[in-house]
């Protein structure tokens, strides 16, 4: 099960409530508000954009355009948790070109075969290019963790073992002029350059193929940039 948990939607920020409000949002596929066990509290504040059930895909995209290509630096900050299931397939953050379709299960993590733009991906699945979870960085034209051009963290060591988990992690995505840096619990692990010079859709994805996970993200999402 992927998700996302609540703080309160304003255009592109949040704040704590005890109720999601997603307007100004699409969310589609298998994405619902509501509540999962494990978490602090029993208010529906939580996004579970897939149940821990074989080949789902569920998205939540902001409604209107960014032009984030007028941007030199720009943040997001987002909790996220990934469990419930045997370890499949894992959760983007997401900004594309065109309004978001076409949204896929399985290996995909739920982002849409031919959008083009950046994804930074949790991904819990091993589909043949690396020891999981991975961590990966890709802006181009569709996703696999195969893909030419991909910028990744494998688990060879087994320091990516906490990806997992029943607790809520916090994620924060850092562009500086070109440079991606992706932490999580306040740590550096990854980074690449990856110029953004066009408007585009700002949007989390996930999903299940034949082994599953609940995805589930918090609303603590911040964005802000200059």
Not at 52 to 76: D, E, H, K, R
Not at 117 to 126: E, H
Not at 176 to 188: D, V
Not at 191 to 214: C, E, K, L, V, W
Request: aromatic share 10%; proline share 4%; hydrophobic share 35%.
């Amino acid at each position: 099960e992927d998700g996302i948990r609540d703080h309160c939607v304003t255009g592109v920020q949040t704040c704590a409530l005890p109720i999601l409000n997603t307007a100004g949002w699409n969310l589609t596929g298998n994405a619902f508000v509501g509540d999962t066990p494990g978490d602090i509290d029993n208010f529906s504040n939580e996004l579970i954009l897939t149940n821990a059930q074989g080949n789902q895909s569920g998205a939540i995209f902001y409604s209107q355009p960014l032009n984030l290509g007028i941007c030199s630096q720009w943040t997001v900050d987002f909790e996220y948790r990934i469990w419930g299931g045997s370890a499949a397939d894992g959760l983007a953050f997401c900004f594309i070109q065109v309004p978001p379709a076409g949204f896929v299960p399985g290996g995909g993590v739920g982002i849409p075969g031919t959008a083009n733009g950046l994804k930074v991906v949790l991904d819990t699945w091993d589909n043949g290019c690396g020891a999981n979870p991975e961590l990966q960085i890709f802006n181009g034209v569709g996703y696999n963790e195969c893909i030419a051009g991909i910028v990744k963290l494998t688990n060879t060591a087994g320091n990516l073992n906490f990806i997992r988990g029943n607790t809520y992690k916090p994620v924060r995505i850092i562009y500086n002029n070109g440079q991606i840096s992706l932490l999580i619990n306040n740590i550096l692990y990854l980074s690449a350059n990856f110029p953004i010079n066009f408007s585009g859709y700002m949007g989390f994805t996930a999903s299940t193929g034949g082994a599953t996970d609940q995805d589930r993200k918090s609303t603590r999402l911040n964005s802000s940039h200059t």
